[in-house]
């Protein structure tokens, strides 16, 4: 697992985001890694440090409809 300080302002899903290019399912991942973390609100405090899940997130393809051509 790797370990990240939050920056001024950022939320975790900013920081994850930041750390691995997507939100998906490493936002959640995180929360259960780090009991406690949601309590400090939206926006950590800057210098929090957050444990997040070694594994890269997996893509999910969305299939799109087109409505009018």
Known sequence: MRTVR?????TLDQICYRT?????EVTERAL???????EL???????TLI???????TT???DTVQLWT
């Open 6 to 10: 939050a920056n001024q302002g950022e």
């Open 20 to 24: 691995f290019g997507s939100t998906a």
């Open 32 to 38: 259960r890694l780090n009991p406690g973390l949601a």
């Open 41 to 47: 609100g939206p926006v950590l405090p800057e210098g």
């Open 51 to 57: 444990l997040l899940p070694e594994t890269e997130p």
């Open 60 to 62: 999910r393809r969305i």
